[in-house]
């Protein structure tokens, strides 16, 4: 299902696209970074260019498992030993696992040794947790954006929304300072601070483009998609996560009898991922269900088309609702019911590549961590349930499975306590 809003303002819903590709440029929007980055660059040399680096980039890293592995495993340790600390007690995970994820893309980002025990890299998570989560004022500068005389008016909302962008922003510059300083293009790159500068070194030489592609504007926004779109989506769908199996604890019962079967009392690998069909079960429906990207980031048609009998003009934004095909009762038996087992087939496979699943969107601008990301989530979880049953407060009431539509969507704040297994 897409959502358009056409050049004159007038909205329009168009359902059930089959077999059309949109262009993937992207909008102009005042909020937007001006298309230097990949998130928001509009597809052409630069975003193409700039998209290679960073697939490399992942691509080198998540093939030293033993790396990724150490890396995450050593924060699911101290999101383990955070937990015992709370002794059964209420708390808010929010924090721990923003925090624990986040020193994880901070190791990928700036390199090893590098995590928000650094006061700069702190206040980088910081900013970043306190723009993506102001929800109200999200929501109305994204109204004011499809007017576009707003941005020339003294509007609060913007200088609320631009002033820990521009803060961001300084700080990774520092960072880029420092290493381009002591950068050596000898040494191996394990980082992707580093790759960018080895590319700015052998790339941009005698290519006047891609100097201009690889000026300190472009990198900065780049790494800044790395740090905000690598912890943020991925620690909310654990809050998700948590949330929904306190409010079905069979679900997490039938985990952990999962996890004990196939572990005994060691502790979870990357290698166990294709004997836990449950838990990457659970992972899928969390994504399906907790929508923590329900509006996917939008484009705009570059021609006058149709779709489905709809007029689509020229210049059209359009914005892909996942969430209305992942809650699509035509799609999904019980679709707001969560439910693990709807991808587990009979045999007790996983069930994989399905249709009407779109948590990292499609096509060429489908999220480019994706893959990092579900590593992520299943080590982090398997730890988690390997070692604590979650339940509710002592009132007994679970966490509301209701969501928060920011930037991304996030359950309401919610405590639970962790009971340690034996």
């Known amino acids: 299902m897409l959502r358009s809003q056409d050049g004159k303002g007038g909205a329009s819903l168009v359902t059930k696209p089959r077999n059309i590709t949109f262009n993937a440029w992207r909008v102009k929007f005042p909020t937007f970074t ?19 680096l960073f697939t490399t980039a992942l691509r080198q890293y998540l093939s030293d498992i033993p790396l990724i592995e150490k890396r995450i ?41 590098y995590d928000t025990t650094n006061p700069y890299l702190n206040r980088l998570l910081k900013l970043n947790i306190q723009m993506m989560t102001d929800a109200d004022n999200i929501q109305l500068v994204k109204i004011l954006d499809f007017f576009p005389l707003a941005k020339h008016l003294p509007i609060k909302a913007y200088d609320r929304f631009f002033q820990p ?10 960072f880029l ?33 891609r100097v201009a592609f690889l000026s300190d504007d472009y990198l900065v926004t780049i790494i800044e998609d790395m740090v905000a779109g690598g912890y943020e989506t991925t620690s909310t769908t654990m809050k998700w996560a948590i949330a929904f199996l306190v409010n079905y604890p069979k679900y997490l019962e039938d985990i952990q ?16 991922r294709a004997n836990l069909p449950l838990l990457q079960a659970t992972i899928i429906e969390t994504l399906r269900a907790g929508n923590v990207a329900p509006l996917l980031l939008p484009h705009v048609t570059l021609a006058d088309t149709t779709l489905c009998g709809y007029r689509v003009p020229k210049d059209t934004i359009v914005f892909a609702d996942a ?39 499609a096509g060429r601008r ?5 893959a990092l990301a579900k590593v992520e989530l299943f080590l982090f979880l398997s730890w988690l349930f390997q070692k604590f049953t979650f339940i509710a407060e002592e009132d007994g009431r679970p966490p509301r499975l209701k969501g928060i539509f ?8 919610y405590k639970i306590r962790a009971i340690k297994r034996k």
């Open 323 to 361: 969430e209305s095909v992942h809650l699509d009762p035509k799609c999904w038996e019980n679709p707001t019911v969560f439910n693990p087992y709807r991808h587990i087939d009979e045999n007790g496979k996983l069930i994989i590549n399905q249709s009407n699943y779109y948590p990292f969107g």
């Open 177 to 209: 300072r420092e290493r381009e300083e002591n950068f050596d293009p000898q040494i191996p790159v394990k980082d992707l601070i580093s790759g960018l500068l080895y590319a700015r070194d052998h790339d941009s030489k005698n290519d006047e483009e």
């Open 73 to 113: 495993t050593t924060q699911a340790e101290k999101l383990v030993e955070f937990i015992e600390r709370q002794d059964g007690k209420p708390f808010d995970p929010a924090d721990c696992l923003q925090r624990n994820v986040a020193d994880v893309i901070c190791g990928i980002t700036f390199g090893e040794g």
């Open 406 to 413: 920011a930037d991304t969507q996030y359950p309401v704040p």
């Open 165 to 174: 962008i521009f803060e961001m922003y300084d700080i990774i510059r520092m």
């Open 34 to 52: 001006g298309g230097k980055d990949i998130l928001f660059g509009n597809y052409g040399p630069a975003w193409k260019y700039h998209r290679k």
């Open 366 to 370: 489908a999220c480019v961590g994706e």
């Open 257 to 272: 009898v999962e996890l004990d079967e196939v572990l005994g009392g060691r502790n979870p690998s990357v290698e166990d």
